[in-house]
């Protein structure tokens, strides 16, 4: 058969031929640790057809699996464990390694062999901070601060990446979880300068996501917690001048939108910024003339 053709030159890596593989594309780095977050590719076909029976490669941003909880093929577990990021490769799943000997009605016949074509975008190790997300304040307070500035980076990397394909709510997730390894008390100023410099990264993080998720209050918070670890950061003025904007409280977007233009004069979104700010208040002005007209405006008579 064809598929028993193929698996004459695959590589035999479960130990059992249950799970063979052949390498299409090589990949670069560590293979997959065995507790990581996984962004896949990947398309399942049945002998003698030529469309995949399964597949998100057509999706633009698909979505992320876990090992151990969002991935239910045994076949697949074994297969990302022995790739690389960036690499692709095909395998061929025995039964008991894919969907058993009863299949999956209708679209897998009993006893199927099933071919899956998989390529590993990128993943990330998120086991250690899973882990140490789930401790009390008080055990995590007895890490060493390098190994929690490590978790924190860890928890920030995993919300950029979702926040760059546009989950935000699942980015502030993210970004939270780091915010709270960081809540820890500095023992020296070393720490502390240390431990700012983690937050301000994380501060200006979810003052953006904020703002993307549409609440101007929350992105100004997070936009001043930022300015009370570095009161020149032009970032951060810049959200809090955008989240003012939002809120109409016009005096208060202009002095943090003039603090941010002082620091890069020649900054366009910062300039736009100040032109639109201009344009809101002017229609504001525009509005509460119109209003106080019509409140004192005299009765008009008419004729009994």
């Not at 990128?122 to 140490?132: H, I, M, P, Q, W």
């Not at 919300?159 to 502030?172: H, I």
């Not at 016009?250 to 002082?262: G, N």
Request: charged fraction near 25%.
């Amino acid at each position: 058969s064809v598929f028993e053709k193929l698996a004459q030159n695959m590589q035999d890596i479960s130990g059992d031929r249950g799970v063979l593989k052949e390498m299409i594309r090589a990949g670069s780095g560590e293979k997959v640790p065995s507790d990581a977050t996984l962004i896949l590719k990947f398309s399942g076909y049945l002998e003698h057809s030529d469309r995949p029976f399964e597949t998100n490669w057509f999706r633009r941003y698909p979505r992320l699996m876990k090992l151990g909880e969002d991935i239910t093929l045994l076949g697949m577990e074994v297969s990302v464990l022995t790739m690389q990021r960036g690499e692709l490769s095909r395998f061929l799943y025995s039964p008991d390694y894919a969907y058993g000997t009863m299949g999956c009605p209708p679209l897998i016949p009993p006893a199927a062999t099933v071919l899956f074509e998989i390529e590993v975008l990128d993943y990330l190790d998120t086991a250690e901070s899973d882990a140490f997300c789930e401790l009390s304040l008080h055990q995590q307070s007895t890490f060493l601060l390098e190994k929690v500035l490590k978790i924190a980076a860890t928890e920030r990397q995993f919300g950029n990446y979702l926040f760059r394909r546009d989950r935000f709510y699942d980015a502030k997730g993210r970004y939270k979880r780091a915010s709270s390894c960081l809540s820890r008390q500095a023992t020296s100023e070393e720490e502390n300068a240390q431990l700012n410099a983690a937050r301000l990264l994380v501060n200006l993080n979810m003052a953006i996501t904020y703002l993307k998720l549409e609440r101007p209050s929350s992105t100004l918070i997070w936009g001043e917690k930022a300015l009370a670890i570095d009161n020149k950061n032009v970032k951060a003025l810049f959200r809090c001048g955008q989240a003012c904007l939002e809120l109409r409280e016009y005096e208060k977007a202009r002095t943090f939108l003039l603090r941010a233009q002082k620091f890069e004069p020649f900054n366009l979104e910062i300039n736009s910024e100040l032109k639109r700010l201009s344009s809101c208040y002017k229609a504001y002005m525009d509005r509460q003339r119109a209003m106080c007209v019509r409140m004192f405006a005299p009765p008009s008579s008419t004729a009994v």
